[in-house]
């Protein structure tokens, strides 16, 4: 059976009284708890040196993340090179990130392209067990506010699984089209990437008491202090992925509100992440690369970047080296 028509019966089902609006419920309090309790890990996905997808590496991988204690894991996503994965892979990589999880933590799966191709990574999604879905921007074009609204309409009209939508580069919603994605009956949330704070209040405003939101900025930590004055203080680390020890201080120092000066929140937003930023920035793409490149200096069997992503160069390997172990012993952790 072809996808429409897999979606006119997941609606002829709901229709006759599956707890879709339930389980989408119980999703929300599982990710709002998780989001309360640690920060949001979006896995590294494992390739072996040929570029081919590497299973073992990836739930290897994917373990050690779980056992660090994130709030949700986004297998498939930005950090995780969705935009490199075949259908198949992406099964794979969903598949192993539900398996690992095993219940204990929401699993949000990350989809995207047009709202064809987006929905069969959907399904894809659903058939491996996934909680919730993450829409990445959509491929290339701009498009009007009717346009990104209709967008998730179609999806939401082909998969029963909660959407949290992601907005970012070409992707941005006014507080009007917030207010209709809202009444989407799967929709639950926003992620955004674009660190407008005045939009962004804005948007919180419009949107319903339970609707949920988060700082998905590159390298969220810098700016996490000002995401939650504006009620937003949930965030995803790509930081986790390859320093767990140094993205849990951060969080808690920050959550428990460091004492009364901030000391610890300071120290590593200067010592380490405004200087992870700066490198960061040299070359495009590093926001991935050096993500992956650490995680290898701490054994992790991620193996390398696809194209159109590059490696980094010697000497940002070294920088990478140097910033790393001193982030390290800010916290007290070994390389």
């Not at 897999?6 to 879709?20: E, F, L, N, V, Y």
């Not at 192993?96 to 949000?108: H, K, Q």
């Not at 701009?142 to 209709?150: F, N, R």
């Not at 969220?220 to 320093?243: D, K, L, M």
Request: proline content about 6%; overall charge negative; hydrophobic content about 45%.
């Amino acid at each position: 059976m072809g996808l429409d028509g897999d979606a006119t019966q997941d609606r002829a089902r709901a229709a006759a009284g599956d707890p879709t609006g339930e389980t989408t419920g119980d999703t929300v309090r599982r990710l709002r708890d998780g989001m309360a309790r640690g920060v949001l890990s979006f896995p590294l996905t494992s390739f072996h040196d040929d570029g081919s997808l590497d299973p073992d590496g990836f739930r290897a991988h994917v373990a050690a993340q779980i056992a660090t204690g994130p709030g949700a894991l986004f297998p498939a996503c930005g950090t995780g090179e969705f935009f490199s994965l075949d259908e198949d892979e992406y099964r794979q990589t969903v598949t192993i990130a539900v398996e690992e999880a095993a219940g204990r933590l929401p699993v949000v799966a990350g989809i995207g392209y047009g709202w064809a191709q987006a929905a069969r990574f959907a399904r894809i999604a659903e058939q491996a067990g996934a909680d919730a879905l993450l829409v990445l921007p959509h491929y290339l074009v701009a498009a009007p506010q009717d346009g990104l609204v209709a967008q998730l309409e179609q999806i939401s009209a082909r998969t029963r699984l909660p959407l949290i939508a992601y907005q970012r580069g070409q992707v941005a919603f006014t507080a009007a089209s917030l207010r209709r994605i809202a009444r989407i009956p799967n929709v639950i949330g926003l992620k955004d990437g674009h660190s407008d704070l005045d939009r962004l209040q804005r948007l919180t405003l419009a949107a319903p008491e339970d609707f949920l939101f988060f700082n998905g900025a590159a390298t969220a930590e810098i700016q996490a202090r000002a995401y939650a004055t504006v009620g937003v203080p949930a965030y995803s680390s790509a930081v986790h992925a390859f320093a767990p020890e140094i993205a849990n201080a951060f969080f808690a120092a920050l959550r428990d509100g460091d004492g009364t000066d901030g000391a610890s929140v300071q120290r590593l937003l200067r010592d380490f992440y405004v200087p992870l930023v700066e490198l960061r920035d040299r070359v495009p793409g590093y926001a991935v690369s050096l993500v992956k490149a650490a995680a290898r200096l701490r054994g992790r069997p991620v193996g390398p970047v696809r194209a159109p992503l590059t490696e980094p160069s010697p000497a940002d390997l070294a920088d990478l080296t140097t910033l790393l172990t001193a982030g390290l012993d800010l916290v007290g952790a070994a390389l």
